[in-house]
């Protein structure tokens, strides 16, 4: 059994890392870290385990593995400091707030020999997963071109506060952009199997505002348009200000076809061909912020997949060293749209 502890014990904690790990056979939850005392006696009242009064005396406890589940800016920090105790991490996304952050946080978990993944959910979502099996296939021809969103009404539904820290620059060092510009942007990696090379962004905050009427301080709208190394051109758009239904869709245009994902209310992937059949499949549906707030839950395998990578030692679809090339583009994309020019990436 790997024992396994919890840094951040909020929204994500709550919804995902304890009650997957509590269904996982090969896990045993010993204990939380919250800089909130309350939040951490409470997972440990829910899910069993100790609540802890810092992160080092949870790391200290014999702990094999945690997941770091902190406000974006103590990710590299947390991650940094499992790592060099010996503990496996899994840390939420975006990986850090700076791309130093991001190459020390590889850096311990090479020197410690021990696993860092990121917790970048699109990619074990089925219908992704089935896209990239026939994109790689060639069932669709080559990649011409993509389009990708994600858009909800904002952080303040997840969270149930008004004066979410998401908007604050201070702690969660970027808006939309890596919150979840970093999901579609890994996923274009993982679906086309090929990387963004380089990036033309507009990055903006068109809406939201602090509680006393002044904008918040970072992105709520991201749009980019990114070309890959094998040289498909799409774009992605990301955004808090869909007052509607979430979309959370991507759709894949080839030589020989085109691919939806996520675009339908009942089919998750729909392939078309150019003379104008369609096969629909019918497998998950990504489960919407508005569905973990009110209750609904689906497993996201996150949790699954770390704990298999653990125990087997094989290379996972989450390791850092694939999550971190998203955020090479996402930190591009920033100085893109801050120069008014487009950039190249070197991966
Ligand atoms: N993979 C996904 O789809 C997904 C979805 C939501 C959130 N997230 C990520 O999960 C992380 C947490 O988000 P959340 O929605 O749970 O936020 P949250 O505000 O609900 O929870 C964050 C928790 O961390 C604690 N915390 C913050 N800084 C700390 C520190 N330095 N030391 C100890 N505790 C600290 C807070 O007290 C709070 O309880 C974020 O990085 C976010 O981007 C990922």
Same mark, same amino acid.
């Given at each position: 059994?790997?024992?396994?502890?919890?840094?951040?014990?909020?929204?994500?904690?709550?919804?995902?890392?304890?009650?997957?790990?509590?269904?996982?056979?090969?896990?045993?939850?010993?204990g939380?870290?919250?800089?909130?005392?309350?939040?951490s006696?409470?997972?440990?009242?829910?899910?069993?385990?100790v609540?802890?009064?810092?992160?080092?005396?949870?790391?200290?406890?014999?702990v094999?593995?945690?997941?770091?589940?902190?406000?974006?800016?103590?990710?590299?920090?947390?991650?940094?400091?499992?790592?060099?105790?010996?503990?496996?991490?899994?840390?939420?996304?975006?990986?850090?707030?700076?791309?130093?952050?991001?190459?020390?946080m590889?850096?311990a978990?090479?020197?410690?020999?021990?696993?860092?993944?990121?917790?970048?959910?699109?990619?074990?979502?089925?219908?992704?997963?089935?896209?990239?099996?026939?994109?790689?296939?060639?069932?669709?021809?080559?990649?011409?071109?993509?389009?990708?969103?994600?858009g909800?009404?904002?952080?303040?539904?997840?969270?149930?506060?008004?004066?979410?820290?998401?908007?604050?620059?201070?702690?969660?060092?970027?808006?939309?952009?890596?919150?979840?510009?970093?999901?579609?942007?890994?996923?274009?990696h993982?679906?086309?199997?090929?990387?963004?090379?380089?990036?033309?962004?507009?990055?903006a905050?068109?809406?939201?505002?602090?509680?006393?009427?002044?904008?918040?301080?970072?992105? @709520? /709208?991201?749009?980019? *348009? =990114?070309? +890959? $190394?094998?040289?498909?051109?799409?774009?992605? !758009?990301?955004?808090?200000?869909?007052?509607?239904?979430e @979309? /959370?869709?991507?759709? *894949? =245009?080839? +030589? $020989?076809?085109?691919?939806?994902?996520?675009? !339908?209310?009942?089919?998750?992937?729909?392939?078309?061909?150019? /003379?104008?059949?369609? *096969? =629909?499949?019918?497998?998950?549906?990504?489960?919407?912020?508005?569905?973990?707030?009110?209750?609904?839950?689906?497993?996201?395998?996150?949790?699954?997949?770390?704990?298999?990578?653990?125990?087997?030692?094989?290379?996972?679809?989450?390791?850092?060293?694939?999550s971190?090339?998203?955020?090479?583009?996402?930190?591009?994309?920033?100085?893109?749209?801050?120069?008014?020019?487009?950039?190249?990436?070197?991966?």
């Amino acid at each position: 059994m790997l024992k396994v502890g919890i840094i951040g014990c909020g929204k994500i904690t709550q919804v995902r890392h304890a009650p997957e790990y509590a269904e996982n056979p090969n896990v045993n939850l010993v204990g939380y870290y919250d800089e909130d005392p309350r939040r951490s006696r409470a997972m440990a009242e829910e899910f069993g385990g100790v609540a802890f009064n810092s992160a080092e005396e949870l790391l200290s406890s014999g702990v094999d593995a945690v997941s770091v589940c902190v406000a974006n800016v103590a990710h590299a920090e947390m991650t940094i400091k499992a790592l060099n105790a010996g503990v496996h991490v899994l840390c939420e996304k975006p990986m850090a707030a700076t791309m130093e952050e991001c190459e020390d946080m590889l850096k311990a978990a090479r020197i410690s020999g021990k696993r860092l993944l990121i917790g970048q959910n699109q990619r074990l979502a089925k219908a992704h997963q089935k896209a990239r099996e026939l994109i790689i296939n060639g069932e669709i021809g080559r990649v011409i071109t993509f389009r990708t969103t994600f858009g909800h009404p904002g952080p303040e539904g997840w969270t149930g506060m008004k004066n979410s820290w998401f908007f604050d620059k201070k702690r969660a060092a970027f808006g939309t952009m890596a919150d979840l510009g970093v999901h579609k942007t890994d996923l274009l990696h993982f679906l086309l199997d090929d990387e963004i090379d380089e990036v033309t962004a507009k990055i903006a905050t068109l809406d939201k505002q602090f509680p006393d009427g002044s904008p918040i301080t970072v992105d @709520d /709208n991201a749009y980019c *348009i =990114y070309q +890959t $190394k094998k040289g498909a051109v799409g774009t992605m !758009h990301v955004s808090w200000t869909f007052y509607g239904e979430e @979309d /959370n869709s991507t759709i *894949i =245009y080839g +030589t $020989k076809g085109v691919i939806r994902c996520y675009h !339908h209310p009942k089919y998750s992937l729909i392939v078309e061909s150019p /003379n104008g059949a369609k *096969i =629909y499949f019918q497998l998950d549906q990504l489960t919407s912020n508005k569905d973990q707030t009110s209750g609904g839950r689906t497993n996201t395998g996150v949790i699954d997949t770390f704990v298999s990578a653990l125990i087997s030692g094989e290379a996972s679809y989450l390791d850092a060293e694939e999550s971190i090339k998203a955020m090479r583009v996402i930190f591009a994309a920033e100085e893109s749209a801050h120069k008014g020019s487009t950039i190249h990436i070197s991966q």
